[in-house]
């Protein structure tokens, strides 16, 4: 069964620090792995990946794919109240057309 | 100009009654979804529609019955609600069968008394 596990659950940091989210997953036809944040309402989009060793930056934000261990990390760095939300990791699959999401990482960044 | 909106944001009522869920998309996508959260945030699948085709249909009661009368619109009706449908339900759309990144309403928070 396609699965995707991210951890930590949760996690609590101080501002300034820098934070690294995990995404492993198992998916039958992988097509892309997207990175999601939702703070109170939807999910906004952060990245998609498709490619092994190419790193996503936007801002302080950075994501890299490894398909031969099957993982991603979502890397944050100097990190702000501004960035406490959930993050989700989701995998799209080319054979079965689905998004499957992972649980999510609820950080929160104290001031 | 939203890009995903769903209505109602909020919905309550109680167990037994029937309730649907409207959801359009200016996109300009092929494809729409809806996905319920738990209150754990977990997002499931439920149903997705490409080109007014249903193309998944999850392990969902029969109680769920989703409509898509044209491709910028997915409606999500639900008979005899019970207390375990309570959760927010997203609509999303992409462009593409899982080929782009998916775009979410705000969501619609159910709550079942």
């Known amino acids: 069964e396609d699965k995707v596990v991210q951890s930590p659950l949760s996690l609590v940091v101080h501002e300034g620090d820098t934070v690294t989210l995990n995404c492993s997953y198992e998916v039958t036809n992988f097509r892309s792995l997207l990175w999601y944040k939702q703070e109170k309402k939807a999910p906004t989009f952060l990245f998609m990946l498709?490619?092994?060793?190419i790193e996503k930056k936007s801002g302080r934000l950075s994501s890299i794919l490894d398909k031969k261990e099957l993982f991603s990390i979502l890397n944050i760095t100097a990190t702000q109240t501004g960035d406490s939300a959930i993050y989700l990791c989701a995998v799209a699959s080319s054979g079965t057309y689905k998004y499957i999401f992972g649980t999510g990482t609820r950080l929160k960044v104290l001031a | 100009d939203t890009a995903v909106s769903q209505t109602p944001k909020y919905l309550v009522t109680q167990m037994g009654n029937d309730k649907s869920i409207k959801c359009e998309q200016n996109l300009g996508h092929d494809t729409m979804y809806w996905y319920k959260q738990d209150s754990k945030k977990f997002l499931k699948i439920m149903f997705s529609?490409?080109?007014?085709?249903?193309?998944i249909n999850e392990t969902v009661p029969n109680r769920f019955s989703p409509k898509s009368p044209d491709k910028a619109h997915l409606n999500l009706h639900i008979n005899s609600l019970e207390l375990g449908d309570s959760a927010v339900y997203f609509c999303?759309?992409?462009?593409?069968?899982?080929?782009?990144?998916?775009?979410f309403g705000n969501g619609t928070r159910l709550t079942v008394t």
């Open positions: 529609y490409n080109n007014k085709e249903l193309i």
């Open positions: 999303a759309s992409s462009q593409g069968l899982s080929a782009s990144p998916l775009h």
């Open positions: 498709t490619s092994s060793g």
